[in-house]
């Protein structure tokens, strides 16, 4: 392409040459700010991906306690799964009304976000009191250590983005759709979808395959 | 325990420990006479503005460095304590420190010296230069790089706190389970150790965050990546393995924490624990950090070499490649810290060959460099001194270290002073020399003015004789069995060998006062050694186009790249034509706001950490509401930027101009 070319469909910047790498001056703060936010997310993965290394090296580390099929209830798993991948579609309403600049339904939708995702925190802490009730506490045994440890992360990640949603909802509120907390509200909503992949995994790892039969 | 104070009581303090007490009083009354100094020549609201809330990526890379110097200091001292111990304790004599207290001393060094040394030292480098270089007036996010450095702060402020007030771990740089656990560290060392670096790890992801976004999205128009200088993609190199590394440390000290804290059973002897767990978890951080301390420092070098042999980099796609292949290499060697763990001699030769892969890229590197300077007009200068010094020692470092990735060999001097000698053998070569060669080559930059060559070399001397004094003894006593972390020497026929190293320190020690003299003549001299041009070193990239130091903005208008080594060109251009690129059209520049908002964090981190330290709940709990009320409040403002009006740019740009010109003709009429 030449630079002629190029600068017709916008692609150059004062007229140097530009291969399509990225080459036209720093980038607009509407796509640094949640690529930052990407990179954020992949080092939260990173995180989780040693806990659930950890888990996977003491599954089995149980030290006479409970083993994994004796403690996992697939039924209440499988709602805790629905009502955190609920709350992500109602998320993506969310944004969708986010964009169009709704007022009224993007806090309607925001508060059903958190709603459900509180469901979801219920949900686990009773099944974490449970299992606290009958003696299989994170301190019975390594397995359980990692257990709590993996799926108590995951749960203090939905509670600080419980935290998040409660201040997005009270800064639209206070402030409307400016453009830095529109770029916020995207943000947030690659949180809470990032967290659903987490949870697929963990549902996947620490749940279906331990209650294979 | 109780409730109000936790595990605090009067006998925290060392009252009958003469060391630690009086370290800490001179420490206290010398930062007591800092303050009153400050306030005396009413210096308080300059520094408030123009370093500690300012959002600049050059000011916060200052205050990187001159955090991680004084840090130098505070870990030298527990060097020469160490040696100084090590050679009076030998046969019959029983040395000046006691086990407990010995201990403490060799865990803070190592804690010190990576953790809050070479980590701020690097990542005051990469902040101060990566905009510069790429062309750009900021880093992608500049509160978040504020919070970073104040974190990083509050987290050194915790380990040295430890002296004061309570313990240090005794348990080695990477508290090692089971002794870090709660039934054999039950004191407060430990949790010092995890607390500080679990705040300061969390300033380092969000650098790395930070900059990798910086380098992949925020360049000068026309810099691709393949023209990048080889410091910014070493930095960038760097950032992507914090990214990819530090959450593991994170996780892993998060663990130990439970265990301790709460009676979990990750690591424990007991529950079915496991401590070998914590072994490749630390380790899998733990090995990418060495690079992420090191292809800094080798981009360091690469910036050095070219400038100083007056020629573009030899080889720089093959730099480029070098530095990725021992990106991703360094996720692959992680085992050759424990090939004696017993996993077998399949995973040990892997892990072994994959090591001595490292050597391959890095000698790709040794080599571009001497081909730099091969056919170059060499300059003499301090930084060369240092980049000379640092292949000769390195290449031997290096070459030890594939020995010890043999894992029969490993297995002879795990654990020893060889093993001692061969790291510190690549750290301070690789890491130290290359801090020393950066901040000689960059200060002008930052301060306007050069730093002492006569002084600067001397430096060097004491660097480079005392390092080797210092640590090759190690290497034979190792051979003969001497193992890492001793107390008390019981062979006397070692002590002419730990009196070489003992003086060996002593040089060193030298050098770190004359650094001291060198600044302050330097400074004392500064108007004979004014950096009027902005290019003092006849450099080649784009930090030297704009003028030493920089306006806060860097650029009036950001430089044009089309091609490699974009000063170099741009300068070469000017001189043969005798003129500058016509001027361009000057506007108006949004620049971050200053924020308190980084160091309002940090001490609510800091007063956290120490809640947690010490078991004191309800400040604990104060402190994590402060820091959230901190980012809600801060989420809540509505002015991000401030406009520098372009009357003030054109002013600059046209001084800037003016003085480029003035030196244009000269450099015209001697061509």
């Known amino acids: 392409m030449s630079n002629s070319e190029a600068a017709a469909i916008g692609l150059t910047h004062r007229g140097s040459e530009d291969t399509g790498l990225g080459q036209r001056g720093p980038q607009s703060k509407s796509i640094v700010v949640p690529y930052g936010f990407w990179l954020f997310v992949l080092s939260d993965m990173v995180l989780f991906s040693a806990l659930f290394a950890t888990y996977a090296s003491l599954v089995h580390a149980t030290d006479g306690g409970p083993v994994t099929s004796q403690l996992f209830d697939r039924t209440t798993v499988a709602i805790e799964t629905l009502a955190l991948l609920i709350s992500s579609f109602i998320c993506g309403l969310a944004m969708i009304t986010a964009k169009r600049k709704n007022l009224l339904w993007t806090q309607i939708w925001l508060l059903l976000t958190g709603l459900t995702g509180f469901i979801f925190l219920l949900i686990e802490l009773t099944e974490f009191v449970g299992m606290i009730r009958i003696g299989a506490g994170p301190q019975r045994s390594a397995f359980l250590s990692s257990f709590f440890t993996l799926v108590g992360c995951h749960g203090a990640h939905v509670t600080a983005g419980l935290m998040w949603i409660g201040t997005m909802m009270a800064q639209i509120w206070a402030k409307g759709f400016r453009e830095d907390i529109l770029r916020r509200l995207l943000c947030l909503s690659v949180f809470w979808h990032a967290l659903d992949i987490i949870w697929v995994a963990i549902f996947t790892i620490v749940y279906l395959i331990g209650t294979l039969p | ?671």
């Not at chain 2, 500058?580 to 949004?590: C, G, N, R, S, T």
Request: glycine share 8%; net charge neutral; charged share 10%.
């Open chain 2, 1 to 671: 325990m109780s409730p109000i104070l936790g595990k605090l009581t009067w006998s925290a303090i060392p009252f009958e420990e003469p060391i630690p007490l009086i370290t800490s009083i001179v420490v206290i009354v010398a930062l007591a006479a800092v303050a009153i100094w400050i306030t005396k020549i009413k210096a308080w609201p300059y520094l408030w503005h123009e370093y500690i809330t300012s959002t600049d990526h050059k000011r916060i890379g200052i205050m990187y460095i001159v955090l991680g110097l004084a840090m130098l200091v505070r870990g030298f001292a527990d060097a020469i304590m160490m040696r100084a111990h090590q050679f009076l304790a030998i046969g019959p004599h029983q040395g000046y420190l006691n086990p407990e207290h010995y201990d403490q001393i060799f865990s803070a060094h190592g804690t010190i010296m990576i953790f809050f040394v070479a980590m701020p030292l690097v990542i005051g480098f990469m902040n101060f230069v990566v905009p510069l270089q790429l062309g750009v007036r900021d880093v992608a996010f500049p509160t978040m790089n504020n919070v970073s450095f104040w974190l990083s702060a509050s987290g050194a402020l915790l380990v040295n706190l430890s002296l004061f007030l309570g313990e240090f771990a005794r348990t080695g740089w990477l508290a090692f389970p089971p002794l870090s656990e709660k039934a054999f560290s039950p004191g407060v060392g430990v949790d010092y150790y995890l607390v500080a670096l679990q705040i300061s790890g969390v300033g380092t992801v969000l650098t790395g965050v930070n900059f990798v976004t910086t380098i992949l999205k925020i360049r000068a128009p026309g810099m691709s990546y393949l023209r990048m200088p080889v410091f910014c993609w070493t930095a960038l190199a760097s950032n992507l393995l914090i990214i990819a590394a530090f959450p593991v440390l994170t996780a892993t000290l998060a663990m130990l924490m439970l265990d301790r804290y709460l009676g979990f059973h990750f690591f424990t002897n007991d529950g079915g624990g496991n401590s070998m767990l914590y072994m490749n978890l630390i380790w899998v951080w733990g090995h990418p950090e060495v690079y992420i301390l090191v292809l800094p420092a080798f981009g360091i070098y690469s910036e050095v070499v070219s400038t100083f042999s007056g020629k573009p980099l030899f080889g720089y796609r093959s730099m480029v490649f070098a530095t990725l292949a021992i990106c991703i290499l360094s996720f692959t060697v992680w085992l050759h810290h424990f090939f004696t763990m017993g996993a077998g001699a399949d995973v040990n030769a892997f892990f072994g060959i994959a090591s001595m892969l490292i050597g391959i890229p890095t000698g790709v590197k040794i080599y571009n460099w001497l081909f730099t300077m091969y056919g170059g007009r060499v300059r003499f200068n301090v930084p060369m001194y240092y980049t000379i010094g640092f292949m000769l020692t390195f290449v031997l470092g290096g070459l030890t270290g594939v020995l010890l990735a043999i894992p029969p060999v490993d297995f002879i001097v795990h654990n020893s002073l060889f093993l001692v000698a061969h790291f510190h053998n690549v750290i301070i070569p690789g890491v130290v020399f290359a801090i020393m060669a950066g901040y000689t080559y960059w200060f002008p930059k930052a301060f306007g003015f050069t730093l002492d060559e006569r002084l600067g070399k001397a430096v060097f001397w004491c660097w480079f004789i005392g390092f080797n004094l210092a640590f090759m003894p190690s290497y034979l006593l190792g051979f003969w069995g001497g193992t890492r972390r001793m107390q008390h020497i019981s062979d006397p026929s070692w002590r002419p060998w730990l009196g070489i190293e003992l003086v060996g320190a002593f040089v060193i020690g030298f050098g770190v006062v004359l650094m001291v003299v060198q600044l302050v003549y330097s400074i004392r001299t500064r108007d004979q050694r004014r950096d009027l041009t902005g290019d003092p070193w006849d450099g080649r990239t784009l930090e030297w186009l704009t003028l030493s130091p920089p306006p806060h903005y860097n650029f009036a208008v950001l430089p044009d790249v089309h091609g490699e080594e974009a000063y170099w060109h741009r300068k070469q251009e000017a001189i043969e034509r005798d003129a500058l690129i016509a001027e361009p059209d000057y506007q108006p520049i949004e620049m971050p706001l200053n924020t308190p908002v980084g160091v309002i964090c940090a001490f609510f981190a800091s007063i956290c950490g120490f809640a947690v330290i010490w078991y004191i709940w309800w400040l604990a709990i104060v402190g994590l509401i402060g820091a959230f009320a901190v980012f809600v409040w801060y989420a809540w403002r509505d002015e991000h930027e401030h406009i520098i009006p372009v009357e003030e740019v054109i002013a600059n740009a046209r001084e800037r101009r003016r003085v480029r010109m003035e030196n244009l003709h000269q450099l015209s009429q001697s061509t």
